[in-house]
């Protein structure tokens, strides 16, 4: 695809585990595209194991000029669900926000995201800040840095959300 001031970035939908294969494709098309990714862990067969994977799984971004590159392609490539849409209009994407993707992807590049370290319902207490020495029920991850727990502030009940470097298990 030709360079041009007038290129903008779009949000592409894959179809389910197949967000690799469409953006394949499409780099096999000249389309410049942008996928960013993640290291975790995950289990595989009863080991954990450090993979990499989409940070938005079956979401990835396409860099296009509305009017002079060819879109027609795009919906009919292996692995392609549709271009996001909001109503009739392709969802455009801010440079700055792919921007700030690329930079995050790189400064965090080394590091492996744990979201299977705590478990639903499982108890853990927290190691500093106000509500040191609480303990709590965890109940899921809000990205990659927070947890929502369940505490007993005063006889009730309270969910409250925390950094997972302030957890450990009870």
Sequence with gaps: ??????????????????????????????YETYRPLARRMKKRRGNMVEVEESLFPSYFFIHLDQTTDNWGPIRSTLGVNSIVKFGNKPAQVQTSVIEALKRQEEEFSSRTINLDRFKKGEKVIINDGPFLGYEGIFQNYDGEQRAFLLIDLLQKETRMAISTASLSTA
Excluded at 1 to 30: G, T, V
């Design 1 to 30: 695809m030709e360079n041009s001031n007038d290129r903008n970035w779009w949000l592409i939908k894959a179809k389910p585990n197949k967000d690799e294969i469409a953006q394949s494709n499409l780099i096999r098309q000249d």
